[in-house]
């Protein structure tokens, strides 16, 4: 795309257009963008087609293979996601609040658009569509910086996008795709000072840090996951299977798969037994000392269990693959001291049929979202009910946990007098 000045100027024209719609206008976007994806379904397939084939030749991991990857499924659940952003109430024009002063003066606090936002992300496709849409019913253009891998998705994707809004005259210039694949363009839009009012970047920690160290625009920070489950003894062990092995195992490549299982000591050596035998051949297990030494006395393991020994650097790691650390703890201190101490303030999930446990649990351990007794795979925005997400934020300002529409509004404050001055 070369220099993007041009486009930046583009956007913010048809922001400021795009921010006074009605939501009637811009449901009729989003619907006519739900019928072309349903139409081009096949364009955008055999785009996709491309890409997935160029990843595996690379040598990319399997798991971040089947991030990239789309399908008819899949299709279908970006499409849904669209629909449950439509089926939302405008978040634009919401009053939030409203008093009168002594003097007569009457304040509104109102919900007003962001802005011009810029997404910088790694190879998920349907981010290019759950940005786009949210961005649009929030009254904002957006910016959107896919990486290398998915280029031919994004670029594909987008074309529909706009070709959808221009269809029915409802501001198609509130999108853009920068897809010239340039480290330079990445640096243009973290310096684009006056022209993007909000970055946020979705994807590894390199990325992430990358983008935090060198732009002079606001950020919304999205975290990697090293997400952790811990089990207690008082645990249904069953169910606690179950739940450790859809956190592996349904999507290991996604920022809220579990990377490390905590498990009590009281409870150790009838839970990690357990937990090997149903992901043996699967997941390769990196067990500290003592519950290495749990599984090497253990009766009747699969013979294709894979266990090494955990290193420090493993209970700091994201694998984002087939893989999850082990660690025998003390104490419910000892498991939210770990968690505090290696964890990304992500998803975290206790175990236990404690309440006493579960709610110390949940106050003293610092992540965006905490769980008691389920699947941290559930820390989605379409999960949560908002349809699509722009990420996960792990930081601490307005917008923390599944990001939805909210995450892309600001306040103005809207004050109405009678001629009031300042003594």
């Known amino acids: 795309m070369g220099n993007l000045d041009t486009v930046f100027a583009s956007l913010r024209e048809a922001q400021k257009r795009l921010a006074l719609a009605s939501r009637k206008e811009k449901d009729e976007g989003l619907r006519a963008v739900m019928k072309a994806i349903n139409e081009d379904r096949q364009t955008i397939l055999a785009a996709n087609r ?22 008819d499924k899949r299709i279908n659940e970006i499409i849904d996601g669209i629909d449950v952003v439509v089926r939302q ?40 569509v759950d940005a786009f849409c949210l961005a649009y019913k929030a009254g904002c253009a957006i910016l959107l910086r896919g990486s290398s891998a998915a280029l031919e998705s994004n670029r594909a994707l ?24 340039s480290r330079d363009e ?17 994807g ?14 606001p950020v919304i920070e999205t975290g990697e996951g090293n997400c952790h489950i811990y089990v207690e003894p008082s645990a249904d062990f069953e169910a606690a299977v179950n739940i450790v092995e859809n956190a592996k195992i349904q999507k290991p490549g996604a920022c809220n ?68 650390a082990v660690k025998v703890v003390d104490s419910l201190d000892e498991a939210i001291t770990h968690i505090n101490q290696y964890g990304t303030r992500h998803s975290e999930a ?30 989605d925005g379409g999960q949560f009910g908002f349809g699509a997400e ?34």
């Open 50 to 71: 491309k890409d997935v084939e160029r990843a595996r030749a690379s040598g990319m991991k399997e798991a971040l293979v089947d991030r990239l990857a789309l399908n």
């Open 204 to 217: 590894g920690r390199d990325l992430i840090r990358r983008v935090v160290d060198n732009a002079r625009v």
């Open 257 to 324: 798969a579990v990377e490390t299982l905590l498990v009590h000591r009281d409870g150790a050596e009838r839970f990690i037994p357990l937990v090997a035998q149903r992901l043996a051949g699967r997941v390769l297990l990196r067990c500290c000392d003592r519950s290495r030494a749990i599984l090497e006395k253990a009766a009747s393991l699969p013979a294709n269990l894979t266990v090494e020994k955990a290193t420090e650097e493993d209970w700091a790691t994201e694998y984002l693959d087939y893989i999850l």
């Open 350 to 379: 206790i175990l236990t049929n404690d309440l006493a446990s579960s709610t110390e649990f949940e106050r003293r351990v610092d992540a965006a979202c905490v769980y008691t007794n389920a699947s941290i795979r559930f820390t």
């Open 390 to 423: 722009l990420g996960i934020s792990t930081q601490k300002f307005h917008a923390r946990g599944p990001m939805g529409l909210e995450a892309l509004t600001t306040i103005k404050y809207r004050v109405r007098g009678t001629g009031q001055i300042r003594e």
């Open 186 to 202: 990445v640096d243009e839009i973290l310096t684009a000072r006056g022209k993007v009012d909000v970055v946020i970047p979705r």
């Open 89 to 128: 109430d405008d978040p634009i024009g919401r009053v939030l609040d409203g008093w009168t002063l002594p003097n007569g003066l009457f304040i509104e606090k109102i919900t007003v658009p962001l802005g011009t936002a810029a997404i910088i992300y790694e190879s998920r496709p349907n981010v290019t």
């Open 158 to 181: 987008v074309a529909t996008i706009r070709r959808a809004l221009s269809s029915v005259d409802r501001y198609p210039d509130a999108v853009a795709l920068a897809d010239s694949g």
